[in-house]
């Protein structure tokens, strides 16, 4: 990759990671914050909470990647981290949860996740753009590791209050960031106009949309079960979960590397992307297999865990890259609105599923529908068309 490359990838994941941070951050402790406000007594508001800033952010990403095609990348990202900083101030200064709320549901409007991944395939050549995007996957996988980690720290200093200020306070520094370091994106692509209908009923694009559904659906049902398993089996309290996150996301990070390379090198980027959904349901079945075999011992959920994080990585880096590659010149920004819909959905829908499965039916359940998801993933996954080894598309272009 070329110094500006490194650069444009770095300081766009950079972005990305601040818009995960906004959502992760206060999952460690606002369900306990929450009862020691106005509303707080009520689960389904706090819920409400939780999911709104996801439910929003779907209705924002076509809407803003469509702009971003249209009217250039950085303007779009502006306009969405304002609005990410308007709503964590509003939520900063709230006094009950249904003020809480409407300041989650402006952070998620801006929804500029299609504009960022859309800008980073603009800067990044096709035989380079996995690595660009696994920077992402990495950013999200270290954003959710580190939000584990600093919450109950951070809001036993500075109060919910202040941890919404400060995610608010970074979005205005990361406008600093897209307008001095990010590099100039290139002009918008002058081709035909491609149809809204056309992007969507593109049989690729649809089966990578249902897979980063079905990701973070899984991703964030596993974790309304996975925190009580490690206080239940490994006997870990929650302050002590980050001994076991963070070395498994780390290691997680040295492991995705190779495949991804590989496979980018030698023009199998099918069989890594295939395989590593076959790992991840191999991780939905243990996890379902661990919670109904008695005498099982910790350590099987914690290599559990380090193979989900694997699989996640690389499926994280694979699919925006995919998109990218697969979609119209002129409509990237189109296809990653979709995208990043179905993954604001995903998130939406695996934490009220999740935590509606765990309540009536059990924790083995919310496995059982990862498992069912993955299956039809691994299904729709392995009819995808092979691409061509990296650089044989730029080159045949």
Not at 78 to 105: D, H, K, N, Q, T
Not at 303 to 312: D, E, I, K, N, P
Request: net charge positive; with cysteine; charged share 10%.
């Amino acid at each position: 990759m070329t110094s500006m490359e490194i650069r444009a990838s770095v300081s766009l994941a950079s972005i990305f990671a601040l818009r995960m941070l906004g959502m992760f951050l206060i999952l460690p402790v606002f369900s306990v914050h929450a009862r020691s406000m106005p509303g707080g007594e009520s689960a389904t508001l706090v819920g409400l909470a939780l999911g709104i800033y996801g439910l929003t952010q779907s209705f924002g990403q076509i809407p803003f990647g469509v702009a971003s095609d249209k009217y250039g990348r950085k303007p779009v990202i502006i306009i969405g981290l304002l609005l990410f900083a308007l709503g964590s101030m509003i939520a900063a200064v709230a006094e009950s949860l249904p003020w809480v709320i409407v300041g989650r549901a402006i952070q998620g409007a801006g929804a500029i996740s299609a504009a960022v991944t859309a800008f980073i395939a603009d800067t990044t050549r096709e035989e380079h753009r996995t690595k660009a995007m696994a920077m992402v996957g990495g950013s999200i996988g270290l954003t959710f590791a580190f939000s584990l980690i600093a919450a109950p720290v951070m809001y036993t200093a500075i109060g919910m209050g202040g941890i919404f200020a400060l995610t608010g306070i970074l979005s205005i520094l990361a406008i600093l960031v897209v307008i001095y370091v990010v590099p100039a994106a290139p002009p918008p692509v002058r081709t035909r106009r491609v149809p809204f209908t056309e992007v969507l009923r593109n049989a690729e694009l649809m089966r990578l949309n249902y897979g980063v559904f079905a990701l973070h659906v899984t991703q964030m049902a596993m974790f309304v079960v996975v925190p009580t398993a490690l206080v239940q089996y490994a006997g870990l309290p929650v302050a002590d979960h980050w001994k076991v996150y963070l070395p498994v996301v780390l290691a997680s990070f040295a492991l995705m590397l190779p495949p991804v390379f590989a496979g980018e090198r030698h023009g199998r980027m099918k069989q890594v992307f295939v395989g590593a959904i076959a790992l991840l349901l191999m991780v939905q079945a243990g996890l379902w297999a661990f919670l109904g075999v008695q005498g099982m011992h910790w350590s099987l959920l914690v290599g559990l865990l380090l193979a989900f994080f694997v699989a996640f990585n690389i499926l994280e880096a694979c699919q925006p890259s995919l998109v990218s590659r697969l979609a119209p010149p002129a409509a990237k920004g189109t296809a990653l609105g979709i995208y990043n819909t179905l993954q604001a959905l995903g998130l939406f829908c695996g934490g009220a599923l999740g935590g509606w499965l765990q309540q009536h039916a059990g924790p083995q359940f919310v496995f059982a529908l990862g498992t069912a998801l993955t299956i039809a993933w691994l299904i729709i996954a392995a009819r995808m068309k092979a691409l061509p080894r990296r650089g044989a598309m730029a080159a045949a272009a």
